[in-house]
């Protein structure tokens, strides 16, 4: 089924003939918004054709690939629009499109809703009705700190045992072939990578990755942690990469499987290789020291029974005399 997207490109002129300008500076934005409200729609495309941002409406879902050959800055999107196939497509289009800024414009939601949407990738949530120049300032607010991020010079590749994290390519490789990490792995990973074997709290990764602070209890980082370890396991299961420090964090460096399992074996386990010195030898009994006697306190009950003890042992032993 072919989908409409009629494109709204033209720019409101100002008093005197002016073309509007654009509020992101040289860099002019380019947005998509895929919702079926009309009256919203109608305002907000007013507001941006005011500001003389490029912009198109979309009118239902459409594939990835499409929104990538658009170019855009970023995109509006209601998940009402989306129906059950939303979190799927959200998933998918922030994975797929790690540079495209992402605003949720929505109805109002469940506080689980809006977290799991921010995790899967988007990067603000908008609670319907709002006034157009919020979502705006939203919008210019995501492209920006995009614009920045693709600004800044390529980080060189990351190398750690069999693995290579590619900024270039918002991917981790093993030998060649992709991991197929998510958007939010990939970050996890290229984080903990560009620490350069420090610990990280995992306070410190929530905040990095999600914007804001961690809330007690919650064990996002400790899941994705999982997620990409397995892939790590699973393209390169003779390096362990991802060290959990219990309590405190995490920390990313490439160690090959059998010096983690020596240093997991027991000492009567390991070879006389892998052994400290300070560590006994399988069979090696430790000197038996003779327990210290202790003399019970005068007077006290403990002395009264073992005086009686005595009185006995020696009366039998009389006995035993005669």
């Given amino acids: 089924m072919a989908v409409s997207i009629p494109a709204t490109t033209e720019e409101s002129a100002l008093p005197g003939g002016a073309a509007a300008p654009s509020r992101m500076g040289t860099t002019a934005m ?21 500001i003389g941002t490029e912009h198109r409406i979309l009118s239902g ?16 999107v209601d998940l009402v629009v989306l129906g059950p196939q939303a979190w799927e497509w959200l998933e998918r289009l922030c994975s797929s499109l790690p540079e495209l800024g992402v605003v949720v414009c929505t109805a109002p939601s469940t506080v689980a809703q809006r977290v799991r949407g921010l ?36 980080a060189k590749p990351t190398l750690a045992g069999e693995v290579e994290v590619r900024p270039d390519h918002f991917q981790a490789f093993v030998s060649g072939r992709s991991l197929d990490l998510t958007r939010r792995e990939y970050e996890l990973i290229q984080l903990l ?6 610990v990280m709290e995992r306070e410190e990764i929530y905040s990095r990755l999600w914007g804001y602070a961690m809330v007690r209890g ?4 400790d899941v994705f942690v999982r997620k990409v370890r397995q892939k790590l396991e699973k393209a390169s299961p003779g390096w362990r990469y991802i060290h959990t420090h219990f309590g405190i964090g995490y920390r990313f460096a490439a160690e090959p499987m059998e010096q983690d399992m020596a240093a997991e074996r027991s000492p009567a386990e390991r070879s006389p290789a892998e052994r400290s010195p300070g560590e006994r030898s399988p069979g090696a009994l430790p000197g038996r020291r003779r327990p210290q006697e202790v003399s019970p306190e005068p007077g006290s009950d403990a002395a009264d ?16 005399e005669l």
């Fill in 218 to 221: 919650d064990r996002s980082v």
């Fill in 119 to 154: 995790r899967l990738g988007a990067d603000d949530w908008i609670t319907k009705p709002t006034h157009p120049e919020e979502v705006i300032a939203r919008v210019e607010s995501v492209a920006r700190r995009r614009r920045r991020t693709s600004e800044k010079a390529p």
């Fill in 30 to 50: 380019r947005v998509a918004v895929l919702d079926r409200d009309s009256g919203f729609i109608q305002v907000l495309s007013k507001r941006l054709e005011r």
């Fill in 61 to 76: 879902p459409v594939p990835v690939e499409a929104v990538a050959a658009m170019r855009l800055s970023a995109l509006v």
């Fill in 305 to 320: 029974r073992l005086a009686g003890d005595h009185r006995e042992l020696a009366r039998a032993q009389q006995e035993d």
């Fill in 193 to 198: 990578a560009g620490a350069e074997g420090r």
